[in-house]
Nanobody, 125 residues
Framework: QVQLVESGGGLVQPGGSLRLSCAVS????????IGWFRQVPGAEREGVSCIGAHGENTIYVDSVKGRFTIATDNAKNTVYLQMNSLRPEDTAVYYC??????????????????WGQGTQVTVSS
């Protein structure tokens, strides 16, 4: 059974940092990709970043380039999203998602078969 469990969300002031974690289980070892998406009420879910198997490739949406970093800890089967210089417009529910039997990631929503429950990130003073 595939499980993706996010953690690390919370309330932070503008300019602050948070690190989101996505603990992965049940996927073929070394043969899946992870993406981070976010959604605000009334809007479509937006791709934020993704990482391929063994870090084969990474993608960032333009609005987070230079501020967010995605990384994998293979020993812990965990993918992190380090978010720095946070802005109020980063406020959303953040989801990690996965698809397997591929090594390169894409930020295309429909490609992802497995989803976590989401974690709230609120950037406000």
């Amino acid at each position: 059974q595939v499980q993706l469990v996010e953690s690390g969300g919370g309330l932070v002031q503008p300019g602050g940092s948070l690190r989101l974690s996505c603990a992965v289980s049940g996927l073929p070892k070394d043969y899946y990709v992870i993406g981070w998406f976010r959604q605000v009420p009334g809007a479509e879910r937006e791709g934020v970043s993704c990482i391929g198997a063994h870090g084969e490739n990474t993608i960032y949406v333009d609005s987070v380039k230079g501020r967010f970093t995605i990384a994998t800890d293979n020993a812990k089967n965990t993918v992190y999203l380090q978010m720095n210089s946070l802005r109020p417009e980063d406020t959303a529910v953040y989801y990690c998602a996965a698809f397997d039997f591929q090594t390169r990631c894409v930020l295309t929503l429909r490609e992802y078969d497995y989803w976590g429950q989401g974690t709230q990130v609120t950037v406000s003073s």
